[in-house]
């Protein structure tokens, strides 16, 4: 048998410890190994312990949870750790810092007016991004893709779409840090976020480097040198209106579970009459949203890019297009900043 991958669950609260042991103990591949009422009981359980992965209260009595994540890295680096965070904005901050600080992902909690669904809320969120963390290995050589004919390059690209997930805000932030605000057209980003998290992510891009970062709205008009992040829970697209590129942001329901969805966002861009003049990029994160997009934009004549292997911290969104030969270039997130940066006229 498969040895079982170990959890500790932290949290200051009874309800949500019991919620979490008993819909993680449900599955077979995980073993609930220790649980702590704060982060300062939970050191001592961490040094004995050493557990694969640890879920992480936000905020607690005696030490908070960043605090406690501080710690955590330094006495047992290789536990990867998932932060509980609640739907505020109070909790996107404390979230964005901890994936700062070394945290590999974090889940909302639900609202505890409505618990009954918090097994199967568990199982969609909790255990797939267990699992995949798990088993993820950037370590492995990239698959080499097809080899197929290359197109004729454009002389300068107008538009750059970018699909993300799992390990996103990390790489976000490394990819923002060097893009020059020089660039000759805007970027659009689909990172898989929850409401009220993406406009507080899109903010701290913002601080981060020169190039203008903000949530998309509705009805905006795209400028030059500006980075727009889809909303979480919203579908956003890009259409053009008398010459001039405009956002659409709606309430149109999940695409293959997906809301904001990359797929959505890259297919709007592949109807586009400038479609040949437009970069996309898929990058770290689990399932395989994008791809369908991306299928789209390979036919329209769009310059696709792809993140490594090696580079992500789950190589789940662009395995596929990567593998079936759709991707013109893949590199690290350096080499994705120097590209976009050449190809929309910066550098």
Same mark, same amino acid.
């Given at each position: 048998?498969?040895?079982?991958?170990? &959890?500790?669950?932290?949290?200051d609260? $009874?309800?949500?410890?019991?919620?979490?042991?008993?819909?993680?103990?449900?599955?077979?591949?995980?073993? &609930?190994?220790a649980?702590a009422?704060?982060?300062?009981?939970?050191?001592?359980?961490?040094?004995?312990?050493?557990?694969?992965?640890?879920?992480?209260?936000?905020?607690?009595?005696?030490?908070?949870g960043?605090?406690?994540?501080?710690?955590? +890295?330094?006495l047992?680096?290789?536990?990867?750790?998932?932060?509980?965070?609640?739907?505020?904005?109070?909790?996107?901050?404390?979230?964005?810092?901890?994936?700062?600080?070394g945290?590999?992902?974090?889940?909302?909690?639900?609202?505890?007016?409505?618990?009954?669904?918090?097994?199967?809320?568990?199982?969609?969120?909790?255990?797939?991004?267990?699992?995949?963390?798990?088993?993820?290995?950037?370590?492995?050589?990239?698959?080499?893709?097809a080899?197929?004919?290359?197109?004729?390059?454009?002389?300068?690209?107008?538009?750059?779409?970018?699909?993300?997930?799992?390990?996103?805000?990390?790489?976000?932030?490394q990819?923002? $840090?060097t893009?020059?605000? +020089?660039?000759k057209g805007?970027?659009?980003?689909?990172?898989?976020?929850?409401?009220?998290?993406?406009?507080?992510?899109a903010e701290?891009?913002?601080?981060?480097?020169?190039?203008?970062?903000?949530?998309?709205?509705?009805?905006?008009?795209? &400028?030059?040198?500006?980075?727009?992040?889809?909303?979480?829970?919203?579908?956003?697209? &890009?259409?053009?209106?008398?010459?001039?590129?405009?956002?659409?942001?709606?309430?149109?329901?999940?695409?293959y579970n997906c809301?904001?969805?990359?797929?959505?966002?890259?297919?709007?861009?592949?109807a586009?009459?400038?479609?040949?003049? $437009?970069?996309?990029?898929?990058?770290?994160?689990?399932?395989?949203?994008g791809?369908?997009?991306?299928?789209?934009? +390979?036919?329209?004549?769009?310059?696709?890019?792809?993140? $490594?292997?090696?580079?992500?911290?789950?190589?789940?969104?662009?395995?596929?297009?990567?593998?079936?030969?759709l991707?013109?270039?893949?590199?690290?997130?350096?080499?994705?900043? +120097?590209?976009?940066?050449?190809l929309m006229?910066?550098?």
């Amino acid at each position: 048998m498969t040895e079982r991958i170990s &959890v500790m669950i932290v949290d200051d609260s $009874s309800m949500y410890r019991e919620l979490l042991r008993a819909a993680l103990s449900e599955d077979r591949r995980i073993e &609930v190994i220790a649980q702590a009422v704060n982060g300062k009981l939970a050191i001592p359980r961490v040094k004995h312990y050493k557990p694969n992965f640890i879920i992480l209260d936000q905020e607690m009595p005696e030490m908070t949870g960043l605090e406690t994540l501080r710690q955590i +890295r330094q006495l047992a680096p290789e536990t990867r750790v998932i932060m509980f965070c609640s739907p505020s904005r109070e909790g996107a901050d404390v979230a964005l810092t901890a994936l700062h600080e070394g945290a590999v992902d974090f889940v909302t909690k639900p609202n505890s007016d409505n618990l009954k669904p918090f097994a199967q809320y568990v199982r969609d969120t909790i255990i797939e991004k267990i699992v995949h963390l798990a088993h993820s290995n950037p370590r492995i050589t990239p698959v080499a893709p097809a080899v197929l004919p290359r197109r004729s390059p454009v002389q300068s690209y107008k538009l750059c779409g970018i699909g993300i997930s799992t390990g996103g805000p990390v790489a976000l932030r490394q990819l923002f $840090s060097t893009l020059s605000p +020089r660039i000759k057209g805007p970027i659009l980003i689909v990172q898989h976020m929850p409401p009220i998290f993406t406009k507080q992510f899109a903010e701290s891009l913002d601080r981060i480097g020169t190039l203008r970062v903000k949530e998309a709205a509705h009805g905006d008009a795209l &400028v030059a040198g500006t980075a727009y992040i889809a909303p979480g829970g919203k579908q956003t697209r &890009v259409i053009q209106t008398a010459g001039v590129l405009k956002l659409e942001v709606t309430d149109d329901p999940p695409l293959y579970n997906c809301r904001p969805s990359v797929n959505v966002l890259f297919s709007s861009m592949a109807a586009l009459p400038g479609v040949r003049e $437009s970069i996309a990029v898929i990058m770290t994160g689990m399932g395989n949203d994008g791809y369908e997009g991306m299928k789209a934009l +390979r036919q329209g004549g769009a310059m696709l890019m792809a993140q $490594s292997q090696k580079s992500c911290l789950i190589y789940g969104m662009p395995s596929q297009p990567t593998e079936e030969g759709l991707i013109d270039e893949t590199g690290d997130v350096e080499h994705i900043s +120097r590209r976009i940066n050449a190809l929309m006229g910066a550098a």
